[in-house]
């Protein structure tokens, strides 16, 4: 049953001064104390709180030391050398402070088993450990790790890519790299030409040369002052 307090009747509950006027509370914080989770500490005192030692200084509650023989994780208290699994992890209370030892066998890193998750243009799901891949999106692209949007278009190694549906197509080639082509086989064909060419040079020199010493050798043999 709730109290009822005439206007203008002044009271204390906890560390809070409560006063009534015109039908509206109005409340003042005591400095002379702390309330916390329902206990009341006067100005100056000390206490143990989870693995914190708390003073209260003027109506607030102050941490100035951690204590080295517990871990204090999510609300829950954990003495010094247990091993506690938080999400993928194995974790040990060392001298107050937690200290991941292991991650669970059947997690993927942050991942616990049978967890999907959506990662670039890919669905993943995670089993005993290891990520596998369950689907590709059709609302993107992914390229050597850059994503894509559906419908966008980009150039890439002298090509034109563009994403559809989830899907790589190539549009074509750019026309500068086309030109550059076009002149390099064009500039390969003529030194081909040319290299056949001197090459039939050297080659009908040579014949014509062997003439030549056949003509002069079978002169020798004709001359009769070499008889």
């Known amino acids: ?42 100005n100056g005192q000390n206490w143990k709180q989870g693995c914190h030692n708390y003073t209260c200084n003027f109506g607030m509650p102050e941490s100035n030391v951690v204590l080295d023989t517990c871990c204090e994780v999510f609300g ?81 190694s002298c090509h034109i890519y563009t994403c559809k549906k989830g899907f790589l197509e190539t549009l074509g080639v750019l026309d500068s790299y086309r030109r550059g082509h076009t002149i390099i086989w064009v ?10 060419a001197l090459a039939i040079i050297v080659q009908n020199a040579w014949k014509t040369a062997s003439i030549i010493d056949s003509i002069r050798l079978k002169d020798l043999r004709e001359d009769p002052l070499l008889k």
């Open 76 to 156: 829950e208290v954990f003495p010094d050398g247990h091993t506690q699994i938080i999400n993928c992890h194995n974790y040990t209370c060392n001298s107050g402070s937690l200290d991941i030892v292991s991650i669970v066998d059947t997690c993927c890193e942050v991942y616990s088993n049978n967890h999907t998750w959506t990662q670039g243009c890919h669905n993943y799901t995670c089993k005993y450990g290891l990520s596998e891949a369950v689907g590709v999106l059709h609302t993107c692209c992914e390229v050597l790790g850059e994503v894509y949007p559906d419908g966008h278009t980009w150039t890439q």
């Open 187 to 196: 500039m390969c064909t003529i030194t081909v030409i040319l290299v056949v």
């Open 1 to 42: 049953m709730s109290e009822v307090y005439v206007d203008g009747f002044m009271w204390t509950r906890g560390c809070h001064h409560y006063s009534c006027a015109s039908g509206s509370v109005t409340t003042t914080v005591q400095e002379t104390c702390c309330e916390v989770l329902g206990e009341v500490y006067t």
